[in-house]
C-alpha cells in the first residue's frame, strides 16, 4: 500500500467525505441514509474545530478513512473530553494500518488540546474493532450507554 496522509479534513473533502460518510451509515452500519444536506452540514460544523474535528486518511488523491471527535466535558474530571464518535476505513484499506494512524491522530490531538480523556463506542456485535481498541490500549469502562430517541 502507498503511503497513507493523516490530516484533519478541509472544505476540498466535502463531496469525497460525504461519499464515505453514506458508505459508513448505510453499507458499514446498515442504518437509514442521511439526506446528503444533513451530512455536508455536520462536515461544515466540524470544520471549524470548535464542537469537534474530523481527521481523514488520504491515500493517493482518495480519502480511504475517516475519523471524528467530539469535544464535551466531564464533570468527574472537572475538564475537557473528546469523543471518538467514528473511525471508518474502506474495505480494501483495512488491515494495512490505516485504523491505527486515524485513531493515533485522535488520541495525539486530544493530548495535544489538553482532553482528561478520549472515550469512544463500538457495535457489541463490531468484535473486529474491538479486538483493534484493544491492541492500541483502550479498555471497557464500568459505565452503561444509553440512548433516547
Keep these: 500500500m502507498s503511503h497513507i496522509l493523516i490530516r484533519p479534513a478541509c472544505s476540498d473533502d466535502r463531496d469525497a467525505l460525504t461519499d464515505l460518510m453514506d458508505e459508513y451509515i448505510v453499507d458499514f452500519y446498515k442504518k437509514s441514509k442521511q439526506p446528503r444536506e444533513r451530512i455536508q452540514d455536520l462536515i461544515t ?17 482518495e480519502l480511504v478513512g475517516f475519523a471524528t471527535l467530539y469535544f464535551s466535558f466531564s464533570t468527574l474530571r472537572a475538564g475537557k473530553i473528546s469523543i471518538m464518535n467514528d473511525l471508518y476505513v474502506i474495505e480494501g484499506a483495512r488491515g494495512s494500518g490505516v485504523a491505527a494512524k486515524l485513531f493515533d491522530a485522535c488520541h495525539h490531538y486530544s493530548k495535544a488540546h489538553g482532553c482528561a480523556f478520549m472515550s469512544w463506542t463500538t457495535a457489541s456485535d463490531n468484535i473486529r474493532a474491538q479486538r483493534f481498541y484493544e491492541k492500541v ?6 459505565w452503561l450507554n444509553y440512548s433516547i430517541e
Excluded at 474545530?49 to 488523491?61: K, L, M, P, T
Excluded at 490500549?137 to 464500568?142: R, V
Aim: aromatic content about 4%.
Design 137 to 142: 490500549g483502550g479498555t471497557t469502562g464500568d
Design 45 to 61: 460544523l466540524l470544520l471549524d474545530q470548535r464542537d469537534g474535528i474530523q481527521f481523514v486518511a488520504q491515500q493517493n488523491e
